[in-house]
């Protein structure tokens, strides 16, 4: 009856939510972001919606210098193992600070102690990505119009690819604020070059305020993105800010009008620009849950079957079920679902078959993408028990023989490596030497104690796989190039 239960749920939902499940992004986003508080809350909406494939972020002066934020953006994006996303460093405005610049500085992002990565120059960066993307891309921007204006001057016909710049300035109707007052020359120019430009202000008169309230209401979303705007906003320089009630929403109403533009009132400015500020007292409250929503992203945005995923220990073997709690709650649900497919569609719980989940689920961390998105190279041959990674590459990327996005290389050479192709950009994964001997000295070990390919062997491969499931974490597995 539970099954039965479990399954007319599944399909009711499902029903109520297809249209939902394209599994594709609907935003093609390029952030800029001049380092401020908000901008932090702001990212990582972005960041974990599935809704939004983020491009690049590019740093511009304002808040804080164009080189610090770039620090500052490079350890978030990798705190969320989201390493693949490029980051541009915008040119210096030599500007007077603002008086806010010390609390930005001191304020944490992610840990900037071991970082190695260079970030690319900005226009640089934007040139080549607006060039390259398939899809017309948004513009976001929460500080000065610099790094596009920069763009536009060194390749105006470029304008044509950019469907809409969204830009948090506090006024548009007189044209002032701090963003614009950083580099007005640059503004002026974005204002004029015909793109549609939203200008989206906070409401004076209904302010949407980021205290101790505001970080309860996003505390139960099981996503890390809000855990890490709450730990962050609990703590250091942020703390005593949000504790005084000084600190609001100002470019998180970006974001709110990219998913929720039924929240502002516009008014055209000028032809192609419109000025956007929250409609009422009620839009407050509307915004409020609209965060919360965007932070949650749609149910389920893997699947297009199921409408949800069984989490239940009672739906699996007696051996699975025990685990189920402690795998999603160190996994997640994303590797969760992946090795659980992967499993019925490999036809046992295989050890290379999990490897295979995890190398994949990582990969797409990396660009911070989903399913059916990466093209991919396995090494893994075409015999067991290495060739059982190819099973959980296709699950757990989408990138499957039928869509025609995998191939196994003919190279004699078999290892547990693949390379992941996203764009332009090549990654590659291998499983390190120090957890393969471990795999095959388990393994030789149940060969010596239960023969090979007997029952006894299965069920000693089987306890391996789930114990290797349990305990790897795909963040230390894999050598990364």
């Not at 908000?38 to 974990?48: E, F, H, P, T």
């Not at 513009?139 to 044509?160: A, M, Q, S, Y």
């Not at 505390?219 to 600190?247: C, D, L, N, W």
């Not at 990138?399 to 191939?407: D, E, K, P, S, V």
Request: glycine letters at 8%; one cysteine or more.
């Amino acid at each position: 009856m539970r099954r039965l239960l479990f399954v007319g749920i599944c399909w009711l939902t499902g029903c109520l939510f297809a249209a939902a499940h394209s599994g594709k992004a609907r935003f093609h986003v390029l952030i800029d972001t001049d380092g401020a508080a908000d901008d932090l809350r702001a990212i990582c909406m972005l960041l974990g919606n599935r809704e939004v494939e983020v491009l690049s972020v590019t740093t511009s002066e304002g808040a804080l210098k164009p080189a610090v934020t770039a620090r500052k953006v490079t350890a978030l994006l990798h705190h969320f193992h989201h390493e693949g996303i490029p980051v541009g460093e915008g040119r210096p405005l030599n500007i007077p600070p603002p008086a806010w610049r010390p609390h930005s500085e001191e304020a944490l992002w992610g840990d900037t102690a071991n970082l190695t990565a260079v970030p690319q120059q900005a226009t640089e960066l934007l040139v080549h990505t607006i060039e390259n993307e398939d899809e017309r891309v948004t513009f976001i921007c929460l500080g000065p119009l610099t790094n596009l204006h920069d763009v536009l001057v060194e390749r105006p016909e470029l304008k044509e690819r950019i469907e809409q710049v969204i830009w948090y300035n506090s006024s548009a109707q007189p044209l002032q604020g701090a963003n614009y007052g950083a580099d007005p020359a640059s503004a002026d120019h974005v204002l004029a070059s015909g793109i549609p430009v939203r200008i989206v202000s906070a409401g004076e008169q209904h302010p949407l305020p980021v205290n101790a309230q505001y970080l309860e209401m996003i505390s139960g979303i099981e996503q890390e993105y809000a855990r890490h705007i709450v730990r962050t906003h609990s703590a250091g320089a942020f703390r005593p800010v949000v504790a005084s009630g000084h600190m609001q929403a100002w470019d998180d109403w970006a974001v709110l009008y990219l998913f929720a533009p039924e929240l502002f009132d516009s008014l055209a400015v000028a032809p192609g620009i419109t000025a956007h500020r929250p409609a009422e007292a009620q839009s407050v409250v509307r915004a409020r849950a609209a965060i919360v929503r965007i932070l949650t992203g749609k149910p389920d945005s893997e699947s297009r079957v199921f409408y949800g995923f069984p989490e239940d220990p009672g739906l699996y073997a007696a051996d699975v079920a025990p685990l189920v709690r402690d795998l999603i709650a160190r996994h997640g649900r994303s590797e969760w679902r992946a090795g659980v497919l992967t499993s019925e569609l490999h036809g046992h719980l295989g050890i290379y078959a999990v490897i295979g989940v995890k190398m994949g689920i990582r990969a797409r961390e990396y660009f911070n993408i989903g399913v059916d998105d990466i093209e991919v190279t396995s090494y893994a041959g075409l015999r067991p028990p290495v060739s059982c990674l190819n099973d959980g590459l296709q699950v757990s990327t989408g990138a499957t023989l039928g869509h025609g996005l995998i191939r196994v290389s003919p190279e004699e050479r078999v290892s547990p490596e693949a390379t992941f192709t996203f764009k332009d950009r090549t990654l590659r994964l291998r499983l390190k030497p120090t957890y393969a001997q471990q795999i095959r000295r388990d393994v030789e070990e149940g060969i010596r104690l239960y023969g090979n390919l007997t029952e006894a062997y299965w069920t000693h491969i089987r306890t391996l796989a789930l114990r290797y499931w349990q305990a790897f974490d795909r963040h230390e597995l894999f050598e990364i190039r």
